[in-house]
T-cell receptor, first 117, second 110 residues
Framework: DAGVTQSPTHLIKTRGQQVTLRCSPK?????VSWYQQALGQGPQFIFQ???????QRGNFPDRFSGHQFPNYSSELNVNALWLGDSALYLC????????????????FGPGTRLTVL | RKEVEQDPGPFNVPEGATVAFNCTYS??????FFWYRQDCRKEPKLLMS???SGNEDGRFTAQLNRASQYISLLIRDSKLSDSATYLC???????????FGTGTRLQVFP
């Protein structure tokens, strides 16, 4: 059973460029969340996708956008990259069941390490 | 003030030692609590959920004090393989947003 996969594993960009990161959720999961983890910090929630729509969003600017496809995979797009966007970008998947239910465990992928020069 | 606060450490302990990590959270509406473990340059993995009654999983014991908004993790008989960063995580009912602390780094030495 494949876990959460992400691509690419590493990426180097320059300021002002745009980047697209990809995530395939764990089999049977339909909800995908994205997190940014800067060096020495805990992951910070960017947004979550369910049924191809953004369901929740953290405190990130509009430069950060995403998409979910019918097969539940997801993309994170970042426009106009800043040096401060350098981080590990983590994708996490979970089965749907939020709202009034006990939250499900989120399974994290290995991440994409983005370096902005 | 950060929503979840942890002592960043590092905690350097010998094998066999008992070590305790503490965490406080600011949002009284937080309903679910977890400890995640993250190895160097790897993804976080769920170590254990934390319940009001306290819970134990082998050498690991987690406690929650809702009145004080305080969470703890106790590791007994530390192993070299316990060396990692331990992340305190909370979320609020009706939301999937996990809020992480900065993590506490543990280094167990022989």
């Amino acid at each position: 059973d494949a876990g959460v996969t992400q691509s690419p594993t590493h990426l180097i960009k320059t300021r002002g460029q745009q980047v697209t990161l990809r995530c395939s959720p764990k089999s049977g999961h339909d909800t995908v969340s994205w997190y940014q983890q800067a060096l020495g910090q805990g992951p910070q929630f960017i947004f979550q996708y369910y049924e191809e729509e953004e369901r929740q969003r953290g405190n990130f600017p509009d430069r950060f956008s995403g998409h979910q496809f019918p097969n539940y995979s997801s993309e994170l797009n970042v426009n106009a990259l800043w040096l401060g966007d350098s981080a590990l970008y983590l994708c996490a998947s979970s089965p749907e069941g939020q709202g009034v239910k006990e939250p499900n465990e989120q399974f994290f992928g290995p991440g994409t390490r983005l370096t902005v020069l | 003030r950060k929503e979840v606060e942890q002592d960043p450490g590092p905690f350097n302990v010998p094998e066999g030692a008992t070590v305790a990590f503490n965490c406080t959270y600011s949002n009284s509406a937080s309903q679910s609590f977890f400890w995640y473990r993250q190895d160097c340059r790897k993804e976080p993995k769920l170590l254990m959920s934390v319940y009001s009654s306290g819970n134990e999983d082998g050498r690991f014991t987690a406690q929650l004090n809702r009145a004080s908004q305080y969470i703890s993790l106790l590791i007994r008989d530390s192993k070299l393989s316990d060396s990692a960063t331990y992340l305190c995580v909370v979320n609020t009912y009706n939301t999937d947003k996990l809020i992480f602390g900065t993590g506490t780094r543990l280094q167990v030495f022989p």
